[in-house]
């Protein structure tokens, strides 16, 4: 991919330290649309707390966030929302008593005449949404703790659709869906890609970040190891990057 | 995933169930709240019965002591809307009835001693005055909690434990330990009794407005739901459910307005003796009722009430949504003081005197009937209508164990313990069986 032009995000110069440790230090990573930036590295590598730094989740210590070439101040998560970041996290950011379209409103409810809510307008969203991303969807009333792991994925991923989302981050989207919920989500992501969304991927799966991204963006220990474009690189190479902290000839 | 709905349609959609299972899906009425309510009619049952059998009539369902029992019920089910709040959110408030005492205080020594200077004895502006100052003093009071809890990051048990004692002393301090009465005039019928009700008409008034808003909430439901084109109720369970509601507010008045003024009272004020002057609805079971239709459409229309039940559910998936989870935390523990500050109003109305002993021990009445009416301590989970309703089966007990003659104190509290522990017991066989 021939990345050229203003990136989508720049986040330069990186770091974030909790009582002494570094758990971000110095680090510098950008991203095109439509493109896909997998990010990897062991447990404690700080790829989401770096990334937690673009989604307002926390604040940097130190460098700067710039958004298509203006710099941006994202200090809580409705910042990082005005720019439309979105994210999906591993934890699965779900209100678990609540039902799909609370869930996919919340925090940005559709309010009538007076400022009460409509629920009804926000299920007559969700429906349509859902129609689109996964039409096998019929729990719309229940709460979302009476739904699957993919299930749940889906309204969470809807909710960043749903709200034009140029910047997606996403946290390991399928570590608790199993293979036909992991094929559902890949494409999903080739069709938001398409669309023109960038879309951070965070991952542990070697094979679904050769699958998924476009680059590969490497972190131990804090600190950035390098960046590959994944289709001039092997499986190997990315590991060696990952557990040895070893850069690959290819890698910038 | 340990919180379960208290809403949800569940089940498939097999045509071989019966007339009941089918009345229940059609109308879509909370089986929860069905099952409480017949607990209810049991608890009125059961002791008037036994009164019959042992006691040699049946004093519980009458009309006297029905309008006794929902002026009783109106102090501890104003605070228990505002606890669900506070339980939904993982938390707990245990000075609620510390607040009452001093909140009880402040507004006993303004009417009493200090207004009157200003505005002479009986001033219509009295109060109103005294009311405003004393839900004042229960919003800071909660908001003060409220900023300890979220901003200072003090539990919640903590803090209104230490709120539990300070206030109480407080409101012994206030006046050296004196009683404060008699309140003022107008102030006094907020508390209920003969004439702080609104007598027949106005009772035939509150429910024939009544009947109007449950047809037209049931209508507009019906329209918004065709608007959008989702299944729609069958037309029978409509009105199934406008018979339901507009029977039970009826057959309250028809209750409250059986229940004449005693012969006392009618000496005093000058009426022969033979005349029927109806109570009707206690302005105190009136506040109530606001109280829970405004909180009810709190926390099921505003963003505020689904911000709340967020918070419950996942605290950090609602901080990450952009909600300012500490700032609902102390709105809350203010709404919670401010309810508090009513309690009180109604409570010293009611005995005609402010003492620093007012509400002791009423945080733990409050808390056992939001629990009771399905308030889940793990959060998440809670129902306006499910605390009032729990109030409602607390108080029940309380009066049912005095009028059975065992109303020493002893059996009273047995009886209250154990059916607390019972129905917590019951709900959690409940949520599981409808998971």
Same mark, same amino acid.
């Given at each position: 991919m021939a990345n050229s032009g203003t990136p989508l995000v720049e986040l330069r110069d990186i770091s974030i330290a909790f009582g002494g440790i570094? *758990?971000? &230090?110095?680090v510098s990573i950008d991203l095109y649309p439509g493109e896909v930036v997998g990010l990897l590295g062991h447990n404690g590598a700080g790829k989401s707390t770096l990334i937690k730094c673009l989604s307002g989740a926390y604040k940097a210590d130190a460098g700067e966030i710039l958004i298509n070439g203006e710099k941006a101040e994202i200090s809580n998560p409705r910042d990082a929302r005005s720019y439309n970041i979105e994210t999906i996290y591993q934890t699965l950011a =779900? *209100? &678990?008593? =609540?039902d799909a379209a609370s869930n996919l409103f919340l925090g940005r409810e559709i309010v009538g005449p007076g400022g009460f809510l409509d629920d009804s307008a926000m299920e007559a969203e969700t429906r349509k949404i859902m129609a689109r991303l996964n039409p096998n969807f019929r729990k719309f009333n229940v709460p979302v703790s009476a739904l699957s792991g993919g299930q749940r994925q889906s309204v969470a991923i809807a909710r960043a659709v749903y709200f034009n989302a140029k910047i997606l981050i996403m946290d390991e989207p399928t570590a608790a869906l199993g293979p036909h919920e992991t094929q559902m989500v890949a494409e999903l992501i080739q069709e938001l890609k398409k669309q023109g969304i960038g879309i951070f991927l965070i991952e542990h799966d070697i094979h679904a970040v050769m699958d998924l991204c476009d680059r590969a963006v490497v972190m131990k220990n804090g600190q950035r190891v390098g960046t590959v474009n994944v289709n001039e690189v092997t499986d190997e190479d990315i590991l060696g990057m990952i557990i040895m902290g070893k850069k690959p000839p290819q890698a910038v | 995933m340990t919180d379960t709905p208290t809403h949800a349609p569940q089940g498939s959609s097999d045509a071989k169930l019966g007339p009941i299972a089918r009345f229940i899906r059609g109308t879509e009425l909370d089986t929860r709240m069905l099952g409480m309510v017949g607990a209810l009619l049991l608890i009125w049952f059961g002791f008037h019965i036994y009164g019959a059998l042992f006691n040699g009539g049946g004093v519980f369902l009458t009309p006297r002591n029905l309008w006794n029992l929902s002026v009783q019920t109106s102090m501890t089910g104003i605070m228990a809307t505002g606890m669900v709040l506070v339980i939904i959110t993982r938390n707990i408030d245990l000075s609620v009835g510390s607040i009452v005492g001093v909140t009880g205080m402040v507004m006993g020594l303004l009417q009493v001693e200090i207004l009157p200077q200003y505005l002479g004895l009986g001033h219509p502006a009295i109060w109103i005055v005294t009311v405003a100052v004393g839900l004042l003093t229960g919003i800071l009071i909660g908001a003060f909690h409220g900023w300890l809890i979220a901003y200072r990051g003090i539990p919640s048990f903590i803090v209104t434990l230490g709120g539990l004692m300070v206030w109480r002393g407080m409101a012994f301090l206030s006046a050296d330990g004196r009683t404060i009465s008699p309140v003022d005039e107008t102030f006094g019928l907020l508390g209920g009794g003969p004439h702080g009700s609104v007598g027949a008409m106005g009772s035939w008034i509150v429910g024939i407005l009544g009947c109007a808003a449950i047809l037209w909430i049931l209508r507009s439901g019906r329209a918004s739901r065709k608007k959008h084109s989702f299944a729609l109720r069958p037309m029978w369970a409509e009105y199934a459910l406008a018979a339901l509601g507009c029977g039970t507010l009826l057959g309250a008045v028809l209750m409250v307005n059986a229940y004449p003024w005693p012969k006392g009272i009618l000496k005093q004020e000058n009426l022969p003796v033979d005349a029927v002057v109806s109570h009707g609805f206690a302005i105190p079971v009136l506040i109530l009722a606001v109280v829970g239709i405004l909180m009810t459409i709190l926390m099921t229309r505003t963003r505020f009430g689904r911000y709340v039940f967020a918070i419950g559910g996942n605290p950090e998936a609602a901080a990450l949504s952009g909600i300012n989870t500490r700032w609902v935390t102390l709105k809350i523990f203010a709404l919670m003081g401010m309810l508090s500050g009513l309690a009180a109003v109604v409570a010293s109305a009611r005995l005609n005197s402010a003492t620093n002993a007012l509400g002791d021990l009423d945080e733990l009445y409050v808390i056992a009937s939001a629990v009771v009416g399905g308030t889940s301590l793990a959060g998440g989970v809670g129902t306006i209508y499910g605390a009032i309703i729990g109030a409602l089966v607390m108080q029940s007990l309380q009066t049912g164990m005095v009028l059975i003659g065992f109303g020493d104190g002893s059996y009273r509290k047995i009886v209250v313990g154990v059916a607390l522990v019972l129905a917590v017991y019951l709900d959690n066989l409940y949520r599981k069986k409808t998971k």
């Amino acid at each position: 991919m021939a990345n050229s032009g203003t990136p989508l995000v720049e986040l330069r110069d990186i770091s974030i330290a909790f009582g002494g440790i570094k *758990a971000v &230090d110095h680090v510098s990573i950008d991203l095109y649309p439509g493109e896909v930036v997998g990010l990897l590295g062991h447990n404690g590598a700080g790829k989401s707390t770096l990334i937690k730094c673009l989604s307002g989740a926390y604040k940097a210590d130190a460098g700067e966030i710039l958004i298509n070439g203006e710099k941006a101040e994202i200090s809580n998560p409705r910042d990082a929302r005005s720019y439309n970041i979105e994210t999906i996290y591993q934890t699965l950011a =779900l *209100a &678990d008593n =609540l039902d799909a379209a609370s869930n996919l409103f919340l925090g940005r409810e559709i309010v009538g005449p007076g400022g009460f809510l409509d629920d009804s307008a926000m299920e007559a969203e969700t429906r349509k949404i859902m129609a689109r991303l996964n039409p096998n969807f019929r729990k719309f009333n229940v709460p979302v703790s009476a739904l699957s792991g993919g299930q749940r994925q889906s309204v969470a991923i809807a909710r960043a659709v749903y709200f034009n989302a140029k910047i997606l981050i996403m946290d390991e989207p399928t570590a608790a869906l199993g293979p036909h919920e992991t094929q559902m989500v890949a494409e999903l992501i080739q069709e938001l890609k398409k669309q023109g969304i960038g879309i951070f991927l965070i991952e542990h799966d070697i094979h679904a970040v050769m699958d998924l991204c476009d680059r590969a963006v490497v972190m131990k220990n804090g600190q950035r190891v390098g960046t590959v474009n994944v289709n001039e690189v092997t499986d190997e190479d990315i590991l060696g990057m990952i557990i040895m902290g070893k850069k690959p000839p290819q890698a910038v | 995933m340990t919180d379960t709905p208290t809403h949800a349609p569940q089940g498939s959609s097999d045509a071989k169930l019966g007339p009941i299972a089918r009345f229940i899906r059609g109308t879509e009425l909370d089986t929860r709240m069905l099952g409480m309510v017949g607990a209810l009619l049991l608890i009125w049952f059961g002791f008037h019965i036994y009164g019959a059998l042992f006691n040699g009539g049946g004093v519980f369902l009458t009309p006297r002591n029905l309008w006794n029992l929902s002026v009783q019920t109106s102090m501890t089910g104003i605070m228990a809307t505002g606890m669900v709040l506070v339980i939904i959110t993982r938390n707990i408030d245990l000075s609620v009835g510390s607040i009452v005492g001093v909140t009880g205080m402040v507004m006993g020594l303004l009417q009493v001693e200090i207004l009157p200077q200003y505005l002479g004895l009986g001033h219509p502006a009295i109060w109103i005055v005294t009311v405003a100052v004393g839900l004042l003093t229960g919003i800071l009071i909660g908001a003060f909690h409220g900023w300890l809890i979220a901003y200072r990051g003090i539990p919640s048990f903590i803090v209104t434990l230490g709120g539990l004692m300070v206030w109480r002393g407080m409101a012994f301090l206030s006046a050296d330990g004196r009683t404060i009465s008699p309140v003022d005039e107008t102030f006094g019928l907020l508390g209920g009794g003969p004439h702080g009700s609104v007598g027949a008409m106005g009772s035939w008034i509150v429910g024939i407005l009544g009947c109007a808003a449950i047809l037209w909430i049931l209508r507009s439901g019906r329209a918004s739901r065709k608007k959008h084109s989702f299944a729609l109720r069958p037309m029978w369970a409509e009105y199934a459910l406008a018979a339901l509601g507009c029977g039970t507010l009826l057959g309250a008045v028809l209750m409250v307005n059986a229940y004449p003024w005693p012969k006392g009272i009618l000496k005093q004020e000058n009426l022969p003796v033979d005349a029927v002057v109806s109570h009707g609805f206690a302005i105190p079971v009136l506040i109530l009722a606001v109280v829970g239709i405004l909180m009810t459409i709190l926390m099921t229309r505003t963003r505020f009430g689904r911000y709340v039940f967020a918070i419950g559910g996942n605290p950090e998936a609602a901080a990450l949504s952009g909600i300012n989870t500490r700032w609902v935390t102390l709105k809350i523990f203010a709404l919670m003081g401010m309810l508090s500050g009513l309690a009180a109003v109604v409570a010293s109305a009611r005995l005609n005197s402010a003492t620093n002993a007012l509400g002791d021990l009423d945080e733990l009445y409050v808390i056992a009937s939001a629990v009771v009416g399905g308030t889940s301590l793990a959060g998440g989970v809670g129902t306006i209508y499910g605390a009032i309703i729990g109030a409602l089966v607390m108080q029940s007990l309380q009066t049912g164990m005095v009028l059975i003659g065992f109303g020493d104190g002893s059996y009273r509290k047995i009886v209250v313990g154990v059916a607390l522990v019972l129905a917590v017991y019951l709900d959690n066989l409940y949520r599981k069986k409808t998971k």
